[in-house]
């Protein structure tokens, strides 16, 4: 079993900030690239942010200036902090990780359920 558990939505004002984490468990040899993605109503799912094992960061350049992603390997935890909120920025936000079981077998990708971020104006 692999799980991505997402948490830290919720409903914020604009201009607001939130602090999503995710903790990926289960039978994992190591995490390797970590990723937030985003899916607003309607739309489809977009990249946010994604970063390396060893902490190259790559942004959406809507995210570019007010986003960060972090991660903790020792915890197989990936954090996307948010500044300056944005009602555009409501979505339901995932994170990927791309995971290998054993050593040297090929990475897979898994997929958390989602956390829902809403943005009021």
């Known amino acids: 079993q692999v799980q991505l558990v997402e948490s830290g939505g919720g409903l914020v004002q604009a201009g607001g900030s939130l602090r999503l984490s995710c903790v990926a468990s289960?039978?994992?040899?190591?995490?390797?690239?970590m990723g937030w993605y985003r899916q607003a109503p309607g739309k489809t799912r977009e990249l946010v942010a994604d970063?390396?094992?060893?902490?190259?960061?790559n942004y959406a350049d809507s995210a570019k200036d007010r986003f960060v992603i972090s991660r903790d390997n020792a915890k197989n935890t990936v954090y996307l902090q948010m500044t300056g909120l944005k009602p555009e920025d409501t979505a339901v936000y995932y994170c990927?990780?791309?995971?290998?079981?054993?050593?040297?077998?090929?990475?897979?990708?898994?997929w958390g359920q989602g956390t829902q971020v809403t943005v009021s104006s």
């Open positions: 990927k990780a791309d995971v290998t079981l054993a050593y040297d077998r090929p990475l897979l990708n898994f």
């Open positions: 970063i390396t094992r060893g902490g190259s960061a």
């Open positions: 289960g039978r994992i040899f190591s995490v390797n690239g």
